[in-house]
């Protein structure tokens, strides 16, 4: 009678064996778990960081394909700071004004960062030079500037720009300044009168308008454009990144 009671039941100790491995399957469970979970989430930022810096370059190439010269002002430049375009506001029509845009390695919260800053649509001379001057203060950090309309790109730990000029490329720094090759002038309504005058001809038409006189100091706009990104270690791409532009006007495979 006592044997078929022991048969019956487990004792204290089976219990206890029985209970210390189910929890130490529980918790091999759980470690192996909160792995998966954490190597999807650094898969997952390697992704984004991958993804934004795609977008980022994208950006980058769009806004030199859309470059556009604006009477006695210059439409690249590039300072050592930032370099700084003008571009249309809108893609589909220049007449709704332009708009100009910074390109800097910015410093927030401890962390440096590739970072693009772009004015509002601007319709006049004196709004595009007050931009110009709002680009380069916004770069340089000064108080006041709208990091509002700044986007950060990818953390960056340096970064140069060379200009491709007389079959070279070049700092931009020390590139030779010749008149501009003209580009699609848009519709900006210009804050001084205009030089340009018009006359009638002999059968009573306007005659064509000459244009306003060139600024021989601008600087000429390159064939090309090269940056050269140093990506931190850590990231999911790091290291020299180099990316060539070349104006759509050139072609000729300078890149």
Do not use: C
């Not at 980058?60 to 009477?71: E, G, I, K, N, Y």
């Not at 300072?79 to 100009?100: C, D, E, H, K």
């Not at 509002?148 to 070049?170: G, K, N, P």
């Amino acid at each position: 009678m006592a044997s078929r009671r022991r048969a019956a039941g487990f004792t204290l100790i089976e219990l206890m064996v029985a209970l210390f491995v189910l929890a130490l399957v529980a918790v091999l469970s759980w470690r192996g778990l909160d792995g998966m979970v954490r190597a999807q989430e650094t898969t997952q930022a390697r992704a984004d960081e991958i993804h934004s810096l795609q977008m980022g370059l994208a950006q980058w190439s769009t806004d030199l394909d859309a470059l556009v010269q604006l009477p006695q002002m210059p439409a690249l430049d590039w300072n050592g700071r930032v370099l700084r375009l003008t571009r249309p506001a809108s893609a589909a029509a220049v007449a709704q004004g332009v708009i100009v845009v910074g390109w800097s390695r910015r410093v927030s919260g401890g962390v440096s960062r590739w970072t693009r800053w772009q004015s509002p649509p601007l319709t006049t001379r004196g709004q595009v030079e007050d931009a110009w001057v709002r680009a380069d203060a916004w770069a340089q950090g000064q108080a006041g500037t709208e990091d509002a309309a700044a986007v950060a790109i990818t953390a960056l730990q340096d970064w140069q720009v060379f200009f491709y000029r007389s079959d070279a490329w070049t700092n931009p720094l020390s590139s030779d300044f010749t008149q501009p090759t003209p580009v699609a002038t848009p519709t900006v309504t210009p804050s001084t009168p205009s030089t340009t005058t018009s006359t009638t001809g002999p059968t009573g038409t306007p005659a064509p308008v000459a244009p306003a006189a060139v600024n021989p100091r601008l600087p000429q706009l390159p064939e090309g454009v090269r940056i050269v990104l140093t990506l931190p270690a850590g990231q999911a791409i790091s290291g020299d990144l180099v990316r060539d532009w070349v104006r759509p006007t050139v072609g000729g495979g300078k890149s």
